[in-house]
């Protein structure tokens, strides 16, 4: 833990000096009054796109579909060219899962119902573990992709983030295995943008890692002004939110 601590903070002093640099760049184009230049994030060897659950079930025609979704597989496929390091996820629920409303007698899914680790969204049954719905979509081509990182596969707990399940102590392994590459700056794109989007990127920014979500590769399911909710407490966490133009 030291040593990765140290590991960390030098690696921290090092991505300040490139934050510096890009600085320079974003102070010549301040007269576009935007935050990037077009192109202005070159992705360097210690960033990682981190694709969030593209897989069937969230696609239409999937149990859980988001509106939408299927628009952003070009765009992530784009991304993933720019990337030499690339970690996906896939929801990976048991049969019977807790946060599924069948599990539950009488509750109709997108209610909602206080479980031992807080108030936990009902929904349809999906991602069900080796199902069809649950494969990473047939689109996606990121060959280089190096971690599919399984979540949600515990049956008494949620996990909508990558990191930490909604308990806020089942760890899924990913820090350990970011910071054990060097892998400090994480890019976030993919489903759904105001569940396991946000809440990975809020978690990132936890384990003090520098996060971008990359807003145009996202989509959301939004239950009641969830979008906006998400992007709040992502502003609030520092999570940066970018446009997938702004990468080189
Ligand atoms: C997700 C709801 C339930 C997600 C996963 O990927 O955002 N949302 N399970
Ligand atoms: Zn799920």
């Given at each position: 833990m030291k040593h990765g601590q140290t590991l960390l903070n030098r690696r921290r002093v090092l991505a300040g000096i490139g934050a510096l640099g890009a600085a320079s760049v974003v102070g010549a184009a301040t007269k576009f009054s935007?935050?990037?230049?077009?192109?202005a994030i070159g992705p360097g060897e210690n960033a990682v796109l981190l694709v969030v659950d593209m897989q069937n079930c969230f696609l239409?025609?999937?149990?859980l579909p988001v509106k939408?979704?299927?628009?952003?597989i070009p765009i992530i496929n784009e991304l993933g060219k720019k990337f030499a390091n690339i970690v996906m996820t896939q929801d990976w629920h048991t049969e019977?899962?807790?946060?599924?409303?069948?599990?539950?007698?009488?509750k109709n899914p997108f209610e909602t119902m206080e479980l031992s680790y807080g108030t936990q969204v009902l929904w349809p049954?999906?991602?069900?573990?080796?199902s069809e719905d649950a494969m990473?979509?047939?689109?996606?081509?990121?060959?280089?992709?190096q971690l599919i990182i399984r979540k949600g596969?515990?049956?008494e707990v949620d996990s909508y983030s990558t990191f930490v399940a909604a308990d806020k102590k089942?760890?899924?392994g990913l820090t350990g295995y970011l910071l054990e590459r060097g892998l400090t700056e994480v890019y976030v794109c993919g489903l759904a943008t105001d569940f396991c989007v946000s809440w990975s990127a809020v978690d990132a920014r936890a384990a003090e890692l520098t996060v971008s979500v990359i807003e145009d590769a996202c989509r959301g399911i939004d239950l009641n002004g969830s979008v906006a909710a998400a992007w709040k407490s992502m502003a609030a966490a520092g999570v940066k939110r970018i446009q997938s133009t702004d990468i080189a």
């Open positions: 935007v935050a990037f230049a077009r192109g239409p025609g999937g149990t939408g979704g299927n628009e952003i019977h899962h807790t946060s599924f409303a069948s599990s539950h007698p009488g049954d999906h991602c069900v573990q080796g990473l979509a047939e689109g996606l081509d990121l060959p280089h992709a596969y515990h049956n089942t760890k899924t």
